[in-house]
């Protein structure tokens, strides 16, 4: 009787150690994204429109699947018909170990496309190469279908701690 009450009081004790560890731990990137980055120590306030109702509250930058990612946390009324209208254009200075001898940035483009998640709306994409520093970063639109010029306001990101 005295053995099992001992064996009881051990389990118990490995238990709450158990939780109290695995409730101490990171939380998941999509925890924060369900809860529109709140709480998550690698985003800034952008609070800028590209354009009239396409405007950026936040960015982010999340590592997952051994890729950075950057997640732009989009004002309430921005639509995916708005969203759909334009390409992405990202504009990245880098560490110059990044980039080739005769590069000052790197440049990306993508067809955005909005991800609600949490009743937020995000549009997510990844850097395509293994950037681990960042000095800045421009976000710029342009026409859908190839590049004419740049339209509306570029966005730009200065001082960035990954």
């Known amino acids: 009787m005295i053995e099992s009450k001992t064996i009881m009081i051990k389990a118990i004790f490995v238990l709450v150690n158990c939780l109290s560890l695995f409730g101490c731990q990171k939380e998941s990137n ?4 369900y809860r529109g ?3 998550y120590d690698k985003f800034r306030y952008i609070n800028e429109e590209f354009v009239k109702s396409y405007g950026v509250q936040k960015i982010a930058f999340f590592q997952e699947a051994g890729q950075l990612q950057y997640v732009l946390k989009l004002a309430d009324n921005v639509t995916l018909k708005t969203v759909e209208n334009y390409s992405l254009g990202v504009r990245v200075y880098a560490d110059q170990k990044y980039l080739s001898e005769d590069q000052k940035f790197l440049m990306w483009d ?4 909005i991800q609600e998640i949490g009743g937020y709306k995000y549009i997510i994409n990844g850097f395509k190469k293994p950037i681990k520093e960042i000095d800045s970063l421009s976000f710029f639109l342009y026409d859908r279908e190839r590049y004419q010029r740049v339209l ?3 966005i730009s990101i200065k001082k960035i701690k990954l």
Do not use: A, I, S, W
């Not at 993508?110 to 496309?113: A, H, L, V, Y």
């Open 110 to 113: 993508t067809k955005p496309r």
């Open 30 to 33: 999509e925890y924060y994204l």
């Open 37 to 39: 980055l709140e709480g």
């Open 152 to 154: 509306g306001n570029v």
